[in-house]
């Protein structure tokens, strides 16, 4: 079966750091494509980023763009959002997501809050 | 950008309907297109991609369709269990992109 289980949310203030993990299990990590989707409360869904099978390449929309890194540990079937400069904009549950063309598993999410 | 408007923003129906929800993409997305499902205070579901491919699991009553910029999907005769939020996603191109949503109640 498989499994998303992200942690490492929380509340934090503007500007500061917060590190996401996303431990996968129930299939093969190193083959697929992982993702970051956001979805503000009460919003639609916006992807965050993507990070390719060893981790050599990696996107990111505008909105996150230079303050946000995505990386993964093969070894630990783990891929990891390093959040820095945080805005109240950046306020949302925090999914992670395996690659199907399309996103076919997802975690049960993480809320990350952005306050004073 | 690829831009991915959905229509309509919200849905009331009756039990053992159909109904069909629409996306258009801004430019051609040569079928790379998938629909979720969200029930409220759940992580979206994979319903369709390829624009008309199921998801393993997912009841047949759900179908996708479309081509270029233009899809749709169609649930067949309505259960109680749909009442959801859907979600259209391009990934033809990046960034990715999402619709906006459309909330499906049961009338």
């Known amino acids: 079966e498989v499994q998303l289980v992200e942690t490492g949310g929380g509340l934090v203030q503007p500007g500061r750091s917060l590190k996401l993990s996303c431990v996968a299990s129930g299939f093969t990590f190193s083959s697929y494509w992982m993702y970051w989707i956001r979805q503000a409360p009460g919003k639609g869904l916006e992807w965050v980023s993507s990070i390719n099978t060893d981790g050599g390449s990696t996107y990111y929309p505008d909105s996150v763009k230079g303050r946000f890194t995505i990386s993964r540990d093969n070894a630990e079937n783990t891929v990891y959002l390093q959040m820095n400069s945080l805005r109240s904009e950046d306020t949302a549950t925090y999914y992670c997501a395996k690659d199907a063309g399309g996103f076919d598993y997802w975690g049960q999410g993480v809320m990350v809050t952005v306050s004073s | 950008d690829i831009q991915m408007t959905q229509s309509p923003a919200s849905l009331s129906a009756s039990l053992g309907e159909t109904v069909t929800i629409e996306c258009r993409a801004s430019?051609?997305?040569?079928?790379?297109l998938a629909w979720y499902q969200q029930k409220p205070g759940k992580s979206p579901q994979l319903l369709i991609y390829n624009a008309n491919s199921l998801h393993t699991g997912v009841p047949s009553r759900f179908s996708g369709s479309g081509s270029g910029t233009q899809y749709s999907l169609k649930i067949n005769s309505l259960q109680s269990e749909d009442v959801a939020s859907y979600f259209c996603q391009q990934y033809y191109n990046y960034p990715l992109t999402f619709g906006s949503g459309t909330k499906l109640e049961i009338k």
């Open positions: 430019e051609d997305i040569y079928n790379g």
